[in-house]
T-cell receptor, first 110, second 113 residues
Framework: QKEVEQDPGPLSVPEGAIVSLNCTYS??????FMWYRQYSRKGPELLMY????GNKEDGRFTAQVDKSSKYISLFIRDSQPSDSATYLC??????????FGAGTRLFVKA | NAGVTQTPKFQVLKTGQSMTLQCAQD?????MSWYRQDPGMGLRLIHY???????DQGEVPNGYNVSRSTTEDFPLRLLSAAPSQTSVYFC????????????FGNGTRLTVT
């Protein structure tokens, strides 16, 4: 069983839709939770970073962490074609090893 | 501001050949790491370094060597390439393992035939 599970998609939505991306994990030691966005032929770039449980909002993006359920989510409001990318969840226990999910491919149609 | 620079962008090797993937960062980051990305597997840590002269193994270190002689550079060496090492390789750096994001390069796409 992988430490981090993420549905690979692809997920296709119309422009303006609310997108929900999710990951589950098994290691209760994880305290730092991240979402990276990766465009085709590029390296991942950090989108959201949260510590422990709770919500964090940044513009159209909201990250949620539920440590009791070992479940994290990323919501994208008013999705745009420019949001089309692969979204990777990632988490760590505070050490140097960050564990990544497999990534969900998102397509936003104009 | 270059950030993390990886060379080459593409490489084709034959089984048994050796090569070095280069990674350089200009942000004075202490921590650097190498990941490989395969379909359905996500990013998996190969080796990492917490400073010049200090390296350690990650999740999938077999077949790869690293060294860190300077803060800026962290090359990844494939000693005898195998088809299973066909992948996209990403180098990343960060200043602080707790509070800073990983900064990634744009990857090296390696095919081993």
């Amino acid at each position: 069983q992988k430490e981090v599970e993420q549905d690979p998609g692809p997920l296709s939505v119309p422009e303006g839709a609310i997108v929900s991306l999710n990951c589950t994990y098994s290691n209760s030691a994880f305290q730092y939770f991240m979402w990276y966005r990766q465009y085709s032929r590029k390296g991942p770039e950090l989108l959201m970073y949260t510590y422990s449980s709770g919500n964090k909002e940044d513009g159209r993006f909201t990250a949620q962490v539920d440590k009791s359920s070992k479940y994290i989510s990323l919501f994208i409001r008013d999705s745009q074609p420019s949001d089309s990318a692969t979204y990777l969840c990632a988490m760590s226990g505070g050490g140097f090893k960050t564990i990544f999910g497999a990534g969900t491919r998102l397509f936003v149609k104009a | 501001n270059a950030g993390v620079t990886q060379t080459p962008k593409f490489q084709v090797l034959k089984t048994g050949q050796s090569m070095t993937l280069q990674c350089a960062q200009d942000m004075n980051h202490e921590y650097m790491s190498w990941y490989r990305q395969d379909p359905g597997m996500g990013l998996r840590l190969i080796h990492y370094s917490v400073g010049a002269g200090i390296t350690d193994q990650g999740e999938v270190p077999n077949g790869y060597n690293v060294s860190r002689s300077t803060t800026e550079d962290f090359p990844l060496r494939l000693l005898s390439a195998a088809p299973s090492q066909t992948s996209v390789y990403f180098c990343a750096s960060t200043a602080d393992r707790l509070n800073s994001p990983l900064h990634f390069g744009n990857g090296t796409r390696l095919t081993v035939t």
